[in-house]
Structure formats: structure tokens, C-alpha cells
């Protein structure tokens, strides 16, 4: 089973535009990552977020937390073609020791030129 | 620094046979984890592998097993395949419990027919 959902499912927008996607989650966290995959291949981590954290900004890349919500949300300002990928939160839960992730089922974002 | 390396990139394996995917870890990590991902859902949990043992697992069947070597890399086997195997594997190696982040290999593409 799979802990978080992404919203939308699919995006598509023109370079420039802000794409936002959102994630909810089912139990207590100890950090949320994003995460980009391009075209079914390996995943590249995008931002760690701790539970104790409300905002996290990495270049165009911003993310918020709600831990009473339990959701996350993924900002991609000022999008450009090469942003086109799937994007996938994970979360790691409080009651895991090792590390382990659970992904959501992903939103795929199509930048058009 | 050499990242997480998979081999091999695609393979096709007939169904009832058995398979076997290698994984290197990035250079001064010393977990690996291993994920499956179906087309279209999110990576799901396998297992993890630390100081040569199996540390964690997900929900699959024991057909899926598992080694770590002395130098941290790592196998994962998979018998008996069916069709429902077809998938992408990923890699991805930490230290310890992955506080410090997670990186990912590029996957190896599993068809299984």
C-alpha cells in the first residue's frame, strides 16, 4: 500500500507558468522528500523536509508541510520544458527505525515550450 | 564520485526463471534498499540490506530475496518470475539509517514474458 497521494495526477502547463502539486499522507512523519523521475528512469531527490518544518526553499523549488493536515505541497515556479518529469513524495514514518520510504503513485508534469 | 550504479540497465526473462540484479553502492554509504516500481505507481519497498544482513522488508513474497557483500554492494534475486515482476527496479544506498539522504540508481528495466 502506498502511504502518500499525489494531486493532481497529471499537470500540464506552458514554460513559465507555476505547476503546484500536493501530497497527502496517512500517519506521523519523520521527513517528506520529493523526489523527480524522468521518463521511467532513476529518481532524483528534488528536498528533505523534517516534520518541524513548515517552508523549505531549494532554487526554483519551494515546499510547505502541514503536519496537522498531513499534506506537503511541491512549488515549481517559473517552469520550464525540462521540468517535464513525474514527480513522487516519500515519506518516512516515526515508527521506522531504518529509513524506510513510502511513495506515492506520482503526478506527471508536462512543461510545454 | 561515482553515484549509485545498476546493472544490468534492461533484461527480459521468460516467466518461471530466475534473475538476479547487482547494485553499487555510491561511494562512503554503507545501506542499500531495494524498491519496485510499476509502470504508472510510485516505488514500492523490498527490502534493506545492512552490515550483510537483511535490516527491513516490505510486503513481497519470498521469492525475492536478497545479499550484501562485504564492500556494500548489493543483489537482488528474484524466482519463480511472473509476469507480474515486469517492472523497474531501483537501487538506492544511504548511511545507516539515511538521515543524510538517499540516492538512487538509474534502475534496471524488468520484462518478464
Known amino acids: 500500500s502506498q502511504q502518500g497521494e499525489e494531486d493532481p495526477q497529471a499537470l500540464s502547463i506552458q514554460e513559465g507558468e507555476n505547476a503546484t502539486m500536493n501530497c497527502s499522507y496517512k500517519?506521523?512523519?519523520?521527513?517528506l522528500q520529493w523526489y523527480r523521475q524522468n521518463s521511467g528512469r532513476g529518481l532524483v531527490h528534488l528536498i528533505l523536509?523534517?516534520?518541524?518544518?513548515r517552508e523549505k526553499h531549494s532554487g526554483r523549488l519551494r515546499v510547505t508541510l502541514d503536519t496537522s493536515k498531513k499534506s506537503s505541497s511541491l512549488l515549481i515556479t517559473a517552469s520550464r520544458a525540462a521540468d517535464t518529469a513525474s514527480y513522487f513524495c516519500?515519506?518516512?514514518?516515526?515508527?521506522?527505525?531504518?529509513?524506510?520510504?513510502?511513495f506515492g503513485a506520482g503526478t506527471q508534469v508536462v512543461v510545454t515550450p | 564520485d561515482a553515484g549509485v550504479t545498476q546493472s544490468p540497465t534492461h533484461l527480459i526473462k521468460t516467466r518461471g526463471q530466475q534473475v538476479t540484479l547487482r547494485c553499487s553502492p555510491k561511494?562512503?554509504?554503507?545501506?542499500v534498499s531495494w524498491y519496485q516500481q510499476a509502470l504508472g505507481q510510485g516505488p514500492q519497498f523490498i527490502f534493506q540490506?545492512?552490515?550483510?544482513?537483511?535490516?527491513q522488508r516490505g510486503n513481497f513474497p519470498d521469492r525475492f530475496s536478497g545479499h550484501q557483500f562485504p564492500n556494500y554492494s548489493s543483489e537482488l534475486n528474484v524466482n519463480a518470475l511472473l509476469l507480474g515482476d515486469s517492472a523497474l527496479y531501483l537501487c538506492?544506498?544511504?548511511?545507516?539509517?539515511?538521515?543524510?539522504?538517499?540516492?538512487f540508481g538509474s534502475g534496471t528495466r524488468l520484462t518478464v514474458v
Open positions: 561511494s562512503g554509504h554503507d545501506t
Open positions: 523536509i523534517r516534520s518541524n518544518e
Open positions: 500517519t506521523s512523519i519523520n521527513n
Open positions: 516519500a515519506t518516512r514514518q516515526t515508527t521506522d527505525s531504518w529509513g524506510k520510504l513510502q
Open positions: 538506492a544506498s544511504s548511511f545507516q539509517t539515511g538521515e543524510g539522504g538517499y540516492t
Open positions: 540490506y545492512y552490515e550483510e544482513e537483511e535490516r
